[in-house]
């Protein structure tokens, strides 16, 4: 790809981690490679997409934030809030090096922009990602709250609307298909 772009998956429905993931499978099936990075998914979960990449689909690598968190339990947490921020900041210089260099060819942040919304990152953190890296690397956000600033970096946005689900009747996330 000469011109990578910025996509943004975000809203209230289900789907942009999905979307994200499918993009990548994509994407390695044609030789690119992939970093697929989860903010909020440690690597304790056990999540179908990573299962799935596990049984052998090569030129994608997961990796997961390093600092463990709850979003519910540390929002009144100060300290473990701090940790956190530190802990996205440090990950996304990380990933700000592996763009630049062009370690990949495609770059998910997952839930990243769910962490803009709550105050975990900067703006500034995220622009430097998508400002320094390579031509032709293509950047992935997904997660709620999107805000203007955040869609204004972007080239595609895509918001995934509730319009029906099984949650609203009572049933819980089903492993294999929420996660």
């Known amino acids: 790809m000469e011109k990578g772009f910025v996509h943004i998956y975000t809203g209230d429905g289900k789907g942009k981690t999905t979307a994200a993931f499918g993009l990548a499978l994509r994407a390695a099936g044609h030789g690119a490679r992939v970093l697929i990075y989860q903010f909020l998914k440690p690597s304790s979960l056990d999540l179908g997409e990573r299962g799935a990449l596990r049984k052998g689909v090569e030129g ?16 009144g947490n100060t300290p473990a809030l701090d940790r956190v921020k ?32 709550r105050g975990l990152v900067t703006l500034e953190d995220i622009e430097k990602v998508i400002e320094h890296r390579e031509k032709g690397v ?16 972007a080239d595609l946005v895509t918001e995934m609307k509730p319009i029906k689900h099984p949650f609203e009747k009572g049933v819980e996330a089903r492993k294999g298909i929420e996660f």
């Open 60 to 75: 994608i690598t997961v990796r997961s934030l390093d600092e463990p968190w709850d979003m519910f339990e540390t929002s």
């Open 138 to 153: 293509e950047i992935v956000m997904t997660g709620r709250g999107a805000t203007r600033k955040l869609i204004a970096l």
């Open 86 to 117: 530190k802990a996205i900041s440090r990950s996304l210089r990380e990933i700000e090096t592996a763009a630049h260099e062009k370690y990949y060819d495609v770059i998910v942040l997952d839930e990243i922009v769910f962490c803009y919304a």
